[in-house]
């Protein structure tokens, strides 16, 4: 069995695989101990792992030593061709997504939206080819920076459905943050739509299912996607090592 752990800026998520199966996944706050004790209890074959800011080299030490354990690095083995022009800024976690959009829908072009601390826009096209995007704020960042920045407006802490038209302070920013992003994402969305043909929107993050009622365009939402990516870009790296299962 495969196992990919994605430690992301607010969750670190494990995810195993079976056969290429997803069979079980996690998250959990970042705490080494307690994520090195939770993968060694789930026995895997290979490891994988991959972070957009939290320092793994401890969890790497103490892994591959029973257990044959790979970083996701901007030289990694990917199943795409990566056309960015600064490969070294290129985050592992639009790494992942771009390898699991090639490998969950193969030859076609896709639009990654990743929804979550930041919204990141990730377009590969039908020759397999990565090209870029784009990175915006994603709702908590938004609602902080409107109380940081500002002298007067109050911090929201959780965002919930406000009415169209806000009629308290509170409500207005919530429309602002709620409204906004749904209306930056569908029309990013159609964009893209209008120049590239047979387009297939891909919706993934924390916050997607509660975004996804609230976009204007024809989406599919798979949460998991950059899991899949990392466990393809494993077996990628592991393709001359036997399995252990």
Partial sequence: MNLALDSG????????????????????KFNEKLLIRKILS???GHIILS???NDLNGIYKQLKKTIPTFVLR?????PFKNL?????????DRLALAAGAVTLYPHQNCLVISAGTC????FINSDTEFIGGAISPGIKMRLDVLHSQTALLPLIKKLT???LVGKTTKESIQGGALYGICQEIG??????RTAYSDLKVILCGGDAEFLKTFIDVPLRVHPHLGMHGLNKILEMETFKVSPRS
């Fill in 187 to 192: 029309g990013i969305a159609k964009l893209y």
């Fill in 119 to 122: 919204i990141t826009y990730n």
């Fill in 84 to 92: 960015y022009k600064s490969p070294k800024t290129l985050g592992n």
């Fill in 161 to 163: 459905i406000p009415p």
């Fill in 9 to 28: 800026n607010s969750l670190t998520k494990i995810g195993l695989f079976k056969n290429d199966k997803l069979i079980k996944t996690s998250a959990l």
């Fill in 51 to 53: 972070s957009v800011g």
């Fill in 74 to 78: 901007s030289s990694s083995k990917f």
């Fill in 42 to 44: 789930l026995n895997p």
